[in-house]
């Protein structure tokens, strides 16, 4: 009984720290609409694991764009696909979550499309 716990054990300790703060991590709506996305200042904190959850309501696709963002954190490893040059896609009607751990800094964010864009498809995130 004792070398099945002890084998137990190591187990538990092989599994990554980041695997183990995944399911803990708070999660943070971000919704895109035609022409905004909200909040407009997205606040994280530095180092610690969260969850974005992408939300589009409307019935078009919707890009959200934040290379230096996405560069600079550390992706949990089944949503490093889902970020592609960058950017985040969500189909129509649709909602995508991921999980990282962001780094301190301020990033830019936008829409790929430039009449979006143009039209007030941007924010802002700040990580402290």
Request: aromatic share 8%; charged share 25%; glycine share 4%.
């Amino acid at each position: 009984m004792r070398r099945l716990f002890f084998l137990f054990a190591l187990a538990a300790l092989a599994i990554p720290a980041s695997a183990q703060e995944w399911p803990r991590a708070p999660e943070y709506d971000v919704l895109l609409t035609s022409y905004d996305i909200q909040p407009e200042v997205i606040r994280l904190r530095a180092d610690q694991p969260v969850r974005l959850r992408f939300v589009n309501d409307s019935h078009q696709r919707h890009d959200f764009t934040a290379p230096g963002f996405f560069r600079s954190a550390r992706l949990r490893r089944r949503d490093m696909d889902l970020v592609r040059g960058g950017s985040i896609r969500v189909g129509p009607l649709s909602s995508r979550t991921i999980a990282l751990v962001p780094r301190a800094g301020r990033y830019r964010v936008a829409s790929r499309d430039l009449r979006q864009r143009l039209l007030g498809m941007q924010a802002t995130i700040v990580v402290e």
